[in-house]
């Protein structure tokens, strides 16, 4: 019995060639197999070179040093000999992503601050680019997927939340535009993301589908300026968002609409760069649809991208096949495949990092700027602490030890080190942990569960992605209360969420101390824990104790 010949033996070898460059896989910025942090979506080794080899254009990396992946990225290169995208989620920073690059206070934070002091926002948020720029390229990375151009209108949104530049459409088209020309005049491509607009939802397109049920006319108004203000910029490509959007597609996810990809992002919008999808395999997707028939309605909406496909033979296999039953036609394929090209020609050579004759210096500029964000965006309130006569419990909050949060509350970290190193007791409330929770709404935390002393409360809170949330659903306003009237209060900090500290602040009593931050890392924990006063004790008087290791 013969077998029907599969499409992708139809098609030709250098079709095939090119329907694999329109496609971005995933795979972990560390070197070796056994080191993945989430082999479920990062391809082993020898599938990523196969696929490299046969032609894929892109790689998204996570994890591992900034020294490694600057090893890897050329190994990807090398398998790979032709040019090729590599990309991380680095909107914080690159080292938000890539231990040992820097890591910067979320974007939200200068979205704040552009009401205060709106040029110093612009300034700060170009040179955010270039310095996101630059560490991307001295790591080998040439496409940078950033600015968030969401307006994070829904203070409930569990997925956008600090990592929109704005609260409102002005302040984010006009401080994501800045990060665009900083980061594109670093040599990389910026991205615009997620079109038309992920604002103003209360759901996590990682874990379902969410429905924005907006006019026209509302889109117009809010969601739609901060991306044409990045086209205006230049920026290089967009990104689609995974929602219903009933008024421009009743049917599909903008991610596969052609209505939106096509109909309002190229024809209404003039955007004539890259656009790539959101990654496929996330469950507001393979939810609905599977690997194959996602990558081609991805394409025939206008995507020119595929970005993380549940299975990239699958979606591959099936591209194939919808050009070889004219469901696709070549021509659109053959113009997406010139759009990557012209981004690559868009692109600086990647930098040695391994020459820089003294890599400390190099990055100086780049602490510099950390600081410099972290300290004009953090805010204080109460006194500088009154004189605490004994170490008390240091009971933080934190998502999870064993998730992400984990880089942000290592065992040096300030926000840990320093009170203990004070005498301070740390009891860590996470998802795992021992609940301190009682069942009195007014009085809600279990006293004796704690301990004697004083407690500081550091609370770590931040809408992120998979977990279904915009923060903690805890009772900390009535915590609050009860550790006040039992004069057990001894300071606040908040780092993360605004709408958390917009909610305690006005609780602090008198003379007790709070500090909010933007940033989570332990540059910022250890200004916060200086900005609390000497009553605490709890500073460093060390000359340059902001900058820490």
């Known amino acids: 019995m013969i077998s029907e010949p599969s499409a992708t033996q139809t098609v030709g070898p250098a079709l095939l060639r090119l329907i694999h460059q329109l496609i971005v896989v995933r795979g972990s910025g560390k070197l070796a197999d056994h080191q993945r942090g989430y082999p479920r979506w990062e391809l082993p080794n020898n599938k990523l070179r196969s696929l490299l080899e046969a032609g894929v254009g892109g790689v998204i990396l996570l994890g591992g040093s900034a020294a490694e992946v600057a090893l890897r990225c050329t190994q990807l290169r090398r398998w790979a000999g032709q040019p090729l995208l590599l990309c991380a989620d680095v909107e914080e920073g690159v080292g938000q992503r890539f231990d040992g690059a820097t890591w910067l206070v979320p ?198 991208l595929v970005l993380m496909p549940a299975d990239a033979d699958a979606a591959i296999a099936a591209i194939a096949e919808a050009v070889a039953s004219g469901r696709l036609n070549v021509e659109q394929l053959e113009a997406s495949a010139e759009r990557r090209l012209q981004a690559l020609e868009r692109c600086a050579g990647p930098e040695a990092a391994l020459a820089v004759a003294d890599p400390e210096a190099a990055a100086q500029p780049n602490q510099v700027l950390a600081l410099e964000l972290v300290r004009a965006t953090m805010e204080t309130a109460g006194s500088s602490g009154a004189a605490t006569p004994q170490a008390g419990i240091n009971l933080i909050r934190l998502d999870s030890a064993l998730a992400a949060a984990a880089a942000v509350l290592t065992a040096t970290a300030p926000a840990l080190a320093r009170p203990e190193s004070r005498g301070w007791r740390t009891l860590l409330l996470e998802g795992r942990s021992p609940s301190p929770w009682g069942t009195d709404t007014d009085a809600p935390l279990a006293m004796e569960r704690l301990g004697p002393g004083p407690v500081l409360l550091q609370l770590f809170v931040r809408g992120n992605p998979f977990r279904g949330s915009a923060g903690s659903a805890e009772p900390w306003p009535a915590a609050l209360r009860q550790l006040a009237k039992a004069e057990r209060l001894a300071g606040l900090v908040v780092y993360g969420s605004p709408y958390l500290w917009e909610e305690l602040r006005p609780l602090l009593p008198p003379g007790i101390p709070g500090v909010y931050s933007p940033g989570q890392m332990p540059l910022a924990q250890a200004e916060a824990l200086q900005r609390l006063g000497s009553g605490l004790g709890l500073g460093d008087t060390e000359a340059g104790a902001g900058f820490t290791d």
């Open 107 to 304: 974007p939200l934070a200068l979205g704040r601050l552009y009401g205060r002091e709106p040029q110093q926002a612009l300034e700060l948020a170009e040179r955010y680019g270039q310095c996101t720029g630059r560490d991307a390229r001295g790591l080998g990375l040439n496409w940078v997927l950033g600015p968030v151009c969401d307006v994070n209108n829904n203070p409930a949104n569990p997925v956008i939340n600090v990592r929109a530049w704005g609260e409102d459409p002005a302040t984010a088209g006009a401080l994501a535009a800045a990060f665009v020309r900083g980061v594109q005049a670093a040599g990389v491509l910026g991205c615009a993301k997620h079109f038309p607009g992920h604002g103003d939802t209360s759901s996590d397109s990682h874990i379902t589908l969410p429905l924005l049920p907006h006019s026209r006319e509302r889109l117009a108004a809010i969601e739609l300026p901060p991306f044409q203000q990045a086209i205006a910029a230049g920026v290089a490509s967009v990104m689609t968002a995974h929602l219903m959007l009933p008024e421009l597609d009743q049917e599909r996810p903008a991610t596969l609409s052609k209505p939106v990809l096509t109909g309002l992002l190229r024809q209404q919008l003039g955007f004539g760069g890259l656009i790539v999808t959101d990654a496929l395999v996330m469950d507001a997707i393979t939810g609905r649809y599977g690997a194959g028939e996602a990558a081609v309605l991805a394409l025939e909406a206008g995507a020119d």
